[in-house]
């Protein structure tokens, strides 16, 4: 089997570590697999990098972010390799430009647009564990780039993609995906298997132990993604296209406490308003996320939103700059305190009264919804923040997601 | 004009450093120039990085070595490009593979073979100050080299005469080249010239500001080097390759207390003798300096010679070793507590009397000569590491070097 496996920092951060890490290679290896290893930065390396950097000039280019960030990959590679060389593995390092792995241009945020596989499958060849870089690359003008958050995990599926690996572990500090966040719900379980479309609803919930990109990755290549613990030998989740036909309607539940509302009230009732204030966010980068329109008294409309908390006094400034032109309302209302609490499930595309049982299940405790927003695999309510985990558990429990 | 500066790590151990060093550049770069740096890894980067190795793996292989201390000299360059960034330069920080520094395929000793200049012209073109990673190149398997001891010297003078620059300076903690160690020698003098000649017999005589392969480089291909404060803006010394007339008989005088004598008492007198005994040696890469042979007695002969202490316990094993086989003799001394006092001049080559007014001074003040060794422009004498600062001053004040 050709496997690639996803290390991330905390996983290498120190010698005791990194030799753990290579414990559990040389095991795959001896039983005769061929085996690739996408490492991240040491521990806080790549904080301490950047550290320095804004110590020496706040506005860096990015370009040269990326050329002092990318040392820290090529760091944890090559003591890995040793590690490795210790154990008796034979193992080679390599970073981006040693890889081909090519990218676009942009700097801090790039994307990949294509591997040359030569030089891993000949080291493969010769029975070596093959280390790469994670998180950066190479763009066409010959200079490193990085491939923003969660790069690392990005990496690992390109390569699965590109080697047409027969799987792509991702080890994380968690066995795998739970039904919740078991922190506040006692009664989570891990999943044995999750589908790509559930794996990117729990993501952009701020459950995800994957960064979407990611996910979205091994989706459009069908690589299979397993999620699992650096710390103990536990299964993992298998995240994959299709799962076991007897599946939950539901599975997992999953919240989201960096969350506020703003409502523009007493809009004038016209066509375009709409396009107009999200059009605005949008140019400012500012995700907004449930939408809820309604009519408003004397012919004028309202409309409420949910932002990232971290992005709300952005979108509210983005507004008072338009309110004397394009956005004439009444009133801007922000509300803080409030979070989405969601459910997601493959099943529930073919199966009704999902939503209506979520709801029931928040009555029951005397938990108020304040917004509604759904897709075909997710039914997501805005509450309090105060309720969330009395809410969690409610829905946890009805859907009996502990008793699977 | 085309200037290459190298920068040692010492000069960007901190953001203060970094930043003079910074400041510099401008200067030069707001005259007109172009502007290419080669940088070290900041102060003691690289030794960390090789304890953090040696901690994982006391015998890790050297391609792995290379591999993590090449990114050293990456954050150097990158954070350089932050700071004149912060100052309006605009610069652009270049590694190994963007350079495209082609070097031997010899792991952690590398040499460098051919550069690519098509990047570093157009980045200049663009009046860009170009930051290069010293140190470091890459090999036929694309693989990550460094180039020993001194290195970073070896990659501005190759860039020099790559780029057929007008000159290469390199920055040092002295102002210069001395006529002898300014700690032992009060009345030492800067040079404002030195042939590439002397330059190479004081590197050699463990005085040298300048590693020997930086000089020898320099003196192929007519680069002219010079040799300057990074602290103040002292004028430092030229090296190149004929200096004005009127110069004095002797350059400098320097001292190298990493010294022990061995004599090899009573070799059998046949030919080929002293060939076996130095080729023994120098298949274990033992480096002999001044050599003696004498009739010893009863038809026998003596050898004695020089080595770097810190050879010593090698070279007596190695021959010790060969004793009851190619290498007869009644027996092996050694000497330890000894020292090497040359004078270094290109003006001897066309003087007599020099080595003899040499000797003079060291009579004058008592110290007795254990062997004599010449070379067109030097003279060495080794004497009792004891006696070692009055012989430098006794020559020094002989040769007139405080008054030139």
């Keep these: 089997m050709l496997i690639v496996k996803k290390f991330g920092g905390t996983s290498v951060a120190d010698k005791e570590r990194i030799f753990n890490v ?3 290679i040389e095991e795959d290896y001896k039983k005769g697999n061929e085996i690739v290893v996408v490492l991240s930065a040491m521990g806080k390396q790549t904080d301490i990098l950047i550290q320095m950097a804004k110590d020496i000039n706040p506005n ?10 990318t040392t820290g990959e090529q760091v944890s590679v090559a003591l890995m390799a040793m590690a490795l060389d210790a154990l008796g593995i034979p193992a080679v390092s390599l970073n981006a430009f040693q890889v081909a792995m090519h990218t676009t241009s942009v700097y ?17 060849q010769n029975r070596r564990v093959v280390l790469v870089t994670g998180f950066q690359g190479v763009n066409k003008f010959d200079d490193y780039t990085t491939l923003g ?14 080697l047409h690996a027969d799987k792509c572990e ?76 007897e599946k939950m309607l539901v599975s997992g539940v999953a919240a989201d406490k960096n969350t506020a509302r703003i409502a523009v009230v007493g809009l004038e009732d016209q066509p375009g308003v709409a396009f107009k204030l999200f059009n605005h966010l949008a140019r400012h980068n500012i995700n907004v996320d449930i939408i809820l ?27 008072e700059r338009h309110r004397q032109g394009s956005l004439k309302c009444q009133k801007v209302d922000v509300e803080k305190g409030v979070a989405k609490v969601s459910i997601v499930g493959a099943g529930m595309m073919s199966n009704t009264g999902v939503a209506a049982k979520m709801f029931e299940a928040l ?3 005397g938990v108020n919804i304040k917004m509604i927003s759904t897709s075909e695999i ?3 309510v805005l509450i309090d923040e105060a309720h969330v985990e009395k809410a969690m558990n409610a829905v946890h429990e009805k859907f009996l997601l502990s008793q699977m």
Excluded: W
Aim: net charge neutral.
């Design 378 to 380: 997710r039914v997501t």
């Design 22 to 24: 290579a414990r559990r």
């Design 170 to 245: 991702i080890y994380t500090d968690v066995d795998g995906v739970y039904t919740a966040d078991p922190r506040m719900v006692k009664t989570a379980r891990k999943l044995n298997e999750i589908t790509y479309d559930e794996m990117l609803e729990l993501a952009s919930l701020g459950a995800g132990v994957l960064h979407n990109r990611s996910v979205e990755m091994a989706k459009k290549y069908g690589v299979q993604l397993v999620v699992r613990s650096s710390i103990n030998k536990t299964e993992g989740t298998v995240v994959k296209e299709v799962v076991n036909m």
């Design 293 to 319: 329109q309604s009519v408003g008294r004397d012919g004028t409309k309202d409309i409420s939103f949910t932002v990232k908390e971290d992005d709300l006094d952005e979108a509210v400034a983005t507004i």
């Design 108 to 124: 801090s945020n790039a994307r990949i647009k294509r591997i040359d596989t030569d030089r891993i499958r000949n080291e493969l």
């Design 149 to 162: 958050r969660g790069g690392s995990d990005t990496t690992a599926v390109a390569l699965a993609a590109a």
């Design 363 to 365: 009555y029951d405790v």
């Design 60 to 69: 860096a280019s990015k370009r040269e972010m990326d050329m002092l960030l």
